[in-house]
């Protein structure tokens, strides 16, 4: 079973930056999509970035050119840079790893315990 494990979220002053990693247990797959999510309190989970498993990535408007989704599949792992930080990004922060058939079906979903970013101004 594949447990998906959060570092890198803190507290840090808008403009500034952070690293969050996601390290899995288990080998995720090459084939599989990973991303990251982050709810505010009172709101909907929000897709921040995701990547597949071809290197393709996506972010929401709110974060393009600030962040940078990224995998390194011999580790595991998928990464989150965060730059010049917003109070708006503060949240809880949730890997994500799904791994789809050839039709593109979820077959299995994978989700960190989230880490906490606060972005103070």
């Known amino acids: 079973q594949v447990q998906l494990v959060e570092s890198g979220g803190g507290l840090v002053q808008a403009g500034g930056s952070l690293r969050l990693s996601c390290a899995a247990s288990?080998?995720?797959?090459?084939?599989?999509?990973m991303g990251w999510y982050r709810q505010a309190p009172g709101k909907q989970r929000d897709l921040v970035a995701t990547?597949?498993?071809?290197?393709?990535?996506r972010y929401a408007d709110s974060v393009k050119g600030r962040f940078t989704i990224s995998r390194d599949n011999a580790k595991n792992t998928v990464y989150l840079q965060m730059n010049s930080l917003k109070p708006e990004d503060t949240g809880v922060y949730y890997c994500?790893?799904?791994?789809?058939?050839?039709?593109?079906?979820?077959?299995?979903?994978?989700w960190g315990q989230g880490t906490q970013v606060t972005v103070s101004s």
């Open positions: 994500n790893a799904n791994r789809r058939d050839t039709l593109g079906y979820v077959i299995s979903a994978y």
């Open positions: 288990l080998s995720i797959g090459i084939n599989s999509d």
């Open positions: 990547i597949t498993g071809g290197g393709s990535t």
